[in-house]
């Protein structure tokens, strides 16, 4: 009282002083008392407390024994509480360490008792699967150790080992014809609760079957821990425990759900082999070394969200039956899916890929991808590997918006390894998602702009439309969430709203964005179009094959078209028609052609049927309406025995003909050298596709050209229109070999 008083005088004394204007220096034990009151102002007593460890009880023989005497009833479980103890099994306390387990494995081995080391620290190793029941798996030995239901169990572990077909030791001695009386397993039949527990040496429970749950939240691991061939049959939850040491998990079999959440492993964390029947959970876990799962199976869901892989992870040869999740998974070092069997989508989104990831060998079931949107991943610093021609395929995007980005540098990241067709790919996928939102503006019903009775029509009601159409006059909308903004909107309606907006965006209704002008629209629409076509016809320059089968059903069509108009002209007064062998010859050729260019075109177009009625589009209607104007008003002039088409008599020869026009000129030195096709030669039909050939792809075996004299203006109409269609097309075809080929830019050749 007498210290507190003084204390309390001088506190006075210093703010009067302060409050007169000296300014005084605080002494040392001033500054350290000021120290001592802040941090217990921001540090409070409970606090300390619950970081402070647990008072402990050393186990003593009589304790236990008393223990597992009076068992404790939890949860419909009789557990053997050892709590808040510390038990003693190092070398030096031999004696002790022989007696507890043979007192344990005599308690637990009697019937089905739990064991709680709940915030117990365990001196020394602790070698658990001492403590079960040691017993062969052969099926003669079974019936008169374990209950009906742990039978149960064990036929279980049977059928696992027939669907995984796994060489370990209990496995072999199930599916053999022989019994092995030396192939034995410890059998755990209680719960086992380890929360918070500390092991200071090395944890060992391989080759153990726990026939009840796990439960070690918060455990802590200072040396190696060993669950070889362990298997769980019922639930296992290790989140928030600490692995400062290897943590051996080989070849266990988690019958029910693992839960590894906020795990950390410190060392090398081993789980090759294993079997995961249910959904495993390694959400936020933190791997600072070696991480293998080669092998693994997942029969569901595996989640690896969040996770943060420090060093390599290994996933070679496993077995993924549902989803696996990685996403926001950060990964340091190299990740590797070599050979991997994945049966369902693979969530990469948000997840960070800082130097490789392997997807060599990987087999990707009909259902399944690579999401990744939200991906971070730069190519001049990572690399994802595949298999040529194939990986590309296997990524997912939703949208473009926000993955441009990602797209370009999976884009680049191809090209740098020369795997040209994975890099094509990604470029047609975000040439199809921009399509797509090309589409949505041009089609759907833009909140800035449209009338209240469009709004009503979309899921608004009358006031909420009105308000929308007033808070737009004041300021444009930028995203559905502004509707918040509105007073006749509350956040129940918003909800509402928000779900019937997203599902609207989705059926390509509703966008928020700038409006168009009718010239924008226009020229929004024209783009829209020309990406349209070159998807279709072309792959957007990714596919050369679909190009080649595009190109051949136009010049077997169109060699058919001139052969027709050449060879049939008429029926009266004196039949000009062609032989029977030529019309069999034309048709037999056109239908070989027709077929091996729809098989190209089948076997390499995204959307074939839409490609093939693009293409009918532009070579069908102005052709058909020209050649029944011809035949309607019928010929009447001269030369009508000769050919329309002319073939140059000098040389015969296979010829670049770029900048050949499809007629002669009107000069009679080229007439000399230009002589009429001859009818009477049996092998005259290929002359028509030798046209038809230069006219589109500017390269022929002969230089064909039509007549100048007495040429009846649709004919010359109808090769002028090919002719102009094959300056696109070859143009196409030089634009898709140069993003075919590595290292080729024929396009430099048009300059």
Not at 669 to 692: A, C, I, K, Q, V
Request: proline share 3%; glycine share 6%; hydrophobic share 45%.
């Amino acid at each position: 009282m007498h210290n507190l008083f003084f204390k309390r005088k001088g506190t006075q004394r210093l703010n009067a002083k302060v409050r007169k204007g000296f300014s005084l220096r605080p002494s040392a034990l001033s500054l350290a008392f000021l120290c001592v009151l802040s941090i217990l102002l921001f540090f409070p007593l409970p606090t300390w407390a619950a970081q402070t460890q647990p008072e402990r009880t050393p186990l003593t023989l009589e304790l236990l024994q008393e223990r597992l005497r009076t068992p404790t009833l939890r949860e419909g479980n009789l557990t053997v509480d050892l709590q808040k103890m510390v038990i003693d099994l190092r070398p030096e306390n031999a004696s002790f360490r022989d007696a507890f387990y043979q007192l344990m494995r005599k308690g637990l081995g009697a019937k089905p008792l739990g064991l709680d080391l709940s915030y117990t620290l365990i001196l020394g190793d602790f070698v658990g699967s001492d403590l079960g029941l040691r017993t062969p798996l052969y099926a003669q030995a079974i019936a008169s150790i374990f209950t009906a239901t742990e039978q149960q169990e064990l036929e279980r572990l049977r059928l696992i080992c027939l669907e995984s077909l796994t060489n370990s030791k209990d496995c072999r001695s199930l599916l053999g014809t022989q019994s092995t009386p030396s192939s034995e397993i410890a059998v755990f039949r209680g719960v086992l609760t380890l929360m918070q527990t500390r092991f200071n040496g090395e944890m060992k429970f391989s080759n153990t079957f726990f026939l009840q749950s796990v439960d070690a939240q918060g455990a802590t691991f200072l040396q190696s821990t060993n669950w070889v061939e362990t298997r769980f049959a019922r639930p296992v939850n290790f989140s928030g425990a600490k692995f400062k040491q290897l943590s051996n998990f080989q070849g266990s079999i988690f019958f029910d759900k693992a839960n590894f959440k906020q795990t950390q492993f410190q060392e090398l964390a081993d789980f090759q082999g294993s079997i995961f029947e249910k959904n495993t959970n390694f959400n936020q876990a933190d791997f600072k070394q070696l991480a293998k799962f080669n092998s693994g199976q997942w029969r569901d869901n595996a989640d690896f969200s969040d996770v943060h892989f420090a060093n390599q992870a290994q996933f070679t040869k496993a077995n993924f039956n549902q989803s696996l999740f990685l996403t926001e998974a950060t990964f340091d070092q190299a990740v590797t899916f070599r050979e991997v069997e994945f049966n369902q989508s693979v969530n990469l989104q948000g997840a960070s890929i800082l130097n490789q990831a392997d997807f060599s060998d990987a087999r990707f079931s009909t259902e399944a991808c690579l999401s990744v949107p939200g991906l971070t991943f730069n190519s001049n610093q990572a690399k994802i590997l595949g298999n040529p021609g194939q990986i590309g395929k296997m990524f997912c995007i939703p949208t473009l918006q926000g993955n441009e980005n990602i797209l370009r540098n999976l884009g680049q990241n191809f090209r740098q390894q020369q795997q040209v067709a994975d890099a094509n790919e990604l470029e047609y996928t975000k040439q199809q998602l921009r399509l797509i939102e090309m589409s949505r503006r041009l089609t759907a019903t833009n909140i800035n702009s449209a009338t209240v009775a469009s709004l009503m029509n979309l899921g608004f009601s009358a006031t909420q439309a009105e308000a929308i159409a007033q808070r737009r006059l004041i300021k444009s909308f930028r995203n559905s969430s502004e509707l918040l903004t509105l007073a006749d909107i509350d956040l129940e309606k918003y909800t509402q709203l928000s779900v019937d907006v997203q599902r609207l965006v989705a059926r390509h209704r509703l966008i928020v964005g700038e409006p168009l002008s009718i010239i924008g629209w226009l020229l929004q629409a024209w783009s829209w179009l020309g990406l349209s076509v070159l998807l279709l016809l072309s792959g957007y320059g990714t596919n050369f094959w679909l190009v080649f089968g595009v190109g051949g059903v136009a010049i077997a069509y169109f060699g058919l078209l001139f052969w027709l108009v050449d060879r049939y002209r008429r029926l009266h007064p004196v039949p000009i028609i062609p032989t029977s062998y030529e019309t069999i010859s034309i048709l037999i050729s056109f239908s070989v052609l027709e077929f091996l260019s729809l098989l190209a075109i089948f076997r390499n177009a995204q959307q074939p049927w839409l490609t093939l009625g693009c293409l009918l589009i532009i070579i069908v209607p102005i052709p058909m309406v020209l050649l029944i104007r011809l035949y309607q008003q019928g010929r009447y002039h001269d030369l009508m025995d000769v050919s329309y088409f002319t073939e140059d008599g000098t040389f015969r020869q296979l010829r670049l003909l770029i900048g050949r026009l499809p007629v002669i000129p009107r000069n009679q030195t080229f007439r000399e050298r230009y002589m009429p096709l001859l009818g009477d030669r049996r092998w005259n039909w290929l002359n028509y596709y030798d046209f038809s050939l230069n006219n589109l792809v500017k390269l022929g075996f002969n230089d064909i050209r039509l007549r100048d004299e007495h040429l009846p203006g649709i004919i010359s109409a109808l090769a002028w229109y090919q002719w102009s269609l094959g300056l696109i097309y070859i143009t196409l075809v030089l634009w898709t070999l140069s993003r075919t080929i590595p290292g080729l830019n024929l396009l430099i050749y048009l300059k």
